[in-house]
């Protein structure tokens, strides 16, 4: 079965600073990544997502994500916080069967950035 | 392009009443899915359905119950509400179902049960 972790439940970041939001999946098949950021009282928006193209993804906002087998990691970054980065920070993998061919997304705890002038 | 609308916004009920939650779907998307947000036990899959077909359904009782209408549209309930159903309730909408395709979430019906 498919699950996520994401280390950290609160990160604290100076304005310009590099981001680093850490997660680590299990996955008896190939997974399928997402990053989702959710603003107060908003629903979630995709970052980015790894589909096996790249080991690199890069997404929205400046983020990008690398997918680390040999770690099982899919860490998200940016190189300079600004303060509208302020938000939770969700790492997700699909809980899919090799042939599937339905949504179903396993989420971990979340991570929320406070981004400090 | 409209998103994903979600009805009403906010919900307060008591112990022991049903509620039924409405989602519109992103216009020509097909699939919809279900996610439950709580403090404790974070965001938790409930049910996924495609053309009308539920898919693929979520570790929660029987209570929880949805369906979805020809024109994509969806509803979920709960019956016989319980304290601890008090959530962010989640639509989330796809063009197609599979396990790559990109989710767009909608605001959300945050449910707070007495």
């Known amino acids: 079965a498919q699950s996520v972790t994401q280390l950290g439940s609160h990160v604290s970041v100076s304005e310009g600073a590099l981001v680093l939001l850490r997660c680590n999946y299990s996955s008896s098949v190939p997974p399928y990544l997402f990053w989702y950021v959710q603003y107060p009282n908003q629903g979630l928006q995709l970052l980015l997502k790894?589909?096996?193209?790249?080991?690199l993804v890069k997404g929205i906002n400046g983020f990008e994500a690398e997918f680390k087998k040999s770690e099982t990691s899919f860490h998200l970054t940016k190189p300079s916080a600004h303060m509208s980065d302020a938000a939770e920070y969700f790492c997700?993998?699909?809980?899919?069967?090799?042939?599937?061919?339905?949504?179903?997304?396993?989420f971990g705890a979340g991570t929320r950035l406070a981004v400090h002038p | 392009k409209a998103g994903v609308t979600q009805t009403p916004r906010y919900l307060i009920k008591t112990r022991g009443q049903q509620v039924t939650l409405s989602c519109s779907p992103i216009?020509?998307?097909?699939?919809v899915s279900w996610y439950q947000q709580t403090p404790g036990q974070g965001l938790q899959f409930l049910f996924e359905y495609f053309s009308e077909t539920q898919r693929n359904k979520g570790n929660f009782p029987g209570r929880f119950s949805g369906r979805q209408f020809s024109n994509s549209r969806s509803e979920m309930n709960v019956s016989t509400l319980e304290l601890g159903d008090s959530a962010l309730y989640l639509c989330?909408?796809?063009?197609?179902?599979?396990?790559?395709?990109?989710?767009?979430f909608g605001s959300g019906t945050q449910l707070s049960v007495l």
């Open positions: 216009s020509g998307h097909r699939s």
């Open positions: 790894y589909t096996s193209a790249a080991t």
């Open positions: 997700a993998v699909s809980d899919h069967k090799f042939s599937g061919g339905y949504n179903k997304l396993i």
């Open positions: 989330a909408s796809s063009l197609v179902a599979g396990p790559e395709e990109k989710l767009f």
